[in-house]
Every structure is written in structure tokens, then in C-alpha cells.
């Protein structure tokens, strides 16, 4: 059981904004920076949002991160085909780090 | 632009070591944190430890007495053993810079940049 709380699943149709839930507590979320990752089928994570709500280089602002308290939120807007996949939140726990079970993304 | 390659046996019998390098390009290797991170087959992602561009590491408890992480400054490579493996030890295994700090530099991050395309490990008899 993770640490991190993820619906397993969510699905949208092509153009749809869908968000994605993290749930921890006051020793992960509460007190510290949450990232997300997408990892498309048969390939490595790749790092999406960093400090709650940055996107790296080369990540189009359709994706998007928030935080409030204890949970945190990814959101996708303009949905493509192309981004399904599935979708992990990760942070710390008294210098563990942690990670959401994942939820998997099915554009419809 | 860093890029990470993991290698090493994809098959280990169980009681023994796992051990897997990853070779960094494109970036000097005292530059940055380095992490390994797991995931069985059809499961989630797990946390296996880190070490800093100063030599200090960090592992999970639930492994920490069988993990080692290292690095090689002279190969630009650092390297997990993981000790008296079993067959829950099966997993991907992949490699990763961690941003350690945020902007201030005063805040843990704790971000997972790169990743390496990661390496299928089975342990099995």
C-alpha cells in the first residue's frame, strides 16, 4: 500500500481537461514539494511538475500541478491520445521519499 | 544535456548480490545528486536511495541493510548492490538525477529529473 493516495484509474475524452488526485498527510504533502511524472507505456517516468506547480523544459502548459494541504492536484487540459499513460505523484516522508500508486489514464 | 544508462546482469540467483551501474553522459557526475529507483512488474514505483554529489547517502529503511549506492568519479558512473536478493527484488531498475534543492537552495525538492530507459532485473534460480 502506498504512502500516497491515486485513483487507480480516470478516463476523458480527446480535448477534455481531467485531473488527477494525490492524497497524503502533514509528513509527505503537508511539508513538502510534490512532483508528478508520466510514464507512457513501456518507457521510463518522466519528471512533468516539480515544486508543486513548475514545469520543466519542454513540457507544454496543458499539464499543470497545485497543492493544497495535504493533497495535491494534476491537471490536463486538451487532451491527446498521445497522453496516455500512467501518472505518479511522488514527495517526501522525513527524508523517504514517496510515491503514489499511480493512476492510469485512458483518453477515450 | 545529461543522459543515464543503466547496465548490469538481468538475472541474479536469489541469496546473492544484485549489482547495477549507471554511466552518465553529457555531465560530470560531482555535479549532482544520483538515485536508483524500482518497479516490479505491473506495479507502482519504489524509492531506493540516493547519494550526493558530496558522498552522502540516503536509503529506504525497508532496504537500507542491504543497499549500497556508490559512485565513480574516474568512470562518471555510480552503482547499486543490493544484497540477499530474493524474488520480490524483480523489478525494472532505474536510474535518475534528483534536484536536491529548490530555488532558494534552502528548501529540499527532491525532484527526479532524468531518468535512465531503465533495466529489467530477475532474480530466479
Known amino acids: 500500500q502506498s504512502v500516497l493516495t491515486q485513483p487507480p484509474s480516470v478516463s476523458a475524452a480527446p480535448g477534455q481537461k481531467v485531473t488527477i488526485s494525490c492524497s497524503g498527510s502533514?509528513?509527505?504533502?503537508?511539508?513538502?514539494?510534490v512532483s508528478w511524472y508520466q510514464q507512457l507505456p513501456g518507457t521510463a517516468p518522466k519528471l512533468l511538475i516539480y515544486?508543486?506547480?513548475k514545469r520543466p523544459s519542454g513540457i507544454p502548459d496543458r499539464f499543470s500541478g497545485s497543492k493544497s494541504g495535504t493533497s495535491a492536484t494534476l491537471g490536463i487540459t486538451g487532451l491527446q491520445t498521445g497522453d496516455e499513460a500512467d501518472y505518479y505523484c511522488?514527495?517526501?516522508?522525513?527524508?523517504?521519499?514517496?510515491f503514489g500508486g499511480g493512476t492510469k489514464l485512458t483518453v477515450l | 544535456q545529461v543522459q543515464l544508462q543503466e547496465s548490469g546482469p538481468g538475472l541474479v540467483k536469489p541469496s546473492e548480490t544484485l549489482s547495477l551501474t549507471c554511466t552518465v553522459s553529457?555531465?560530470?557526475?560531482?555535479?549532482?545528486?544520483w538515485s536508483w529507483i524500482r518497479q516490479p512488474p505491473g506495479k507502482g514505483l519504489e524509492w531506493i536511495g540516493y547519494?550526493?554529489?558530496?558522498?552522502?547517502?540516503n536509503y529506504n529503511p525497508s532496504l537500507k541493510s542491504r543497499v549500497t549506492i556508490s559512485v565513480d568519479t574516474s568512470k562518471n558512473q555510480f552503482s547499486l548492490k543490493l544484497s540477499s536478493v530474493t524474488a520480490a527484488d524483480t523489478a525494472v531498475y532505474y536510474c535518475?538525477?534528483?534536484?536536491?534543492?529548490?530555488?532558494?537552495?534552502?528548501?529540499?525538492?527532491?525532484?527526479?529529473?532524468?531518468w535512465g530507459q531503465g533495466t529489467m532485473v530477475t532474480v530466479s534460480s
Open positions: 535518475a538525477t534528483l534536484i536536491p534543492f529548490d530555488s532558494s537552495g534552502y528548501y529540499w525538492l527532491g525532484a527526479f529529473d532524468i
Open positions: 511522488g514527495t517526501w516522508d522525513s527524508s523517504l521519499g514517496v
Open positions: 547519494i550526493s554529489y558530496s558522498g552522502i547517502t
Open positions: 553529457g555531465g560530470s557526475i560531482s555535479s549532482y545528486y
Open positions: 502533514s509528513s509527505n504533502i503537508g511539508n513538502n514539494y
Open positions: 515544486e508543486n506547480n
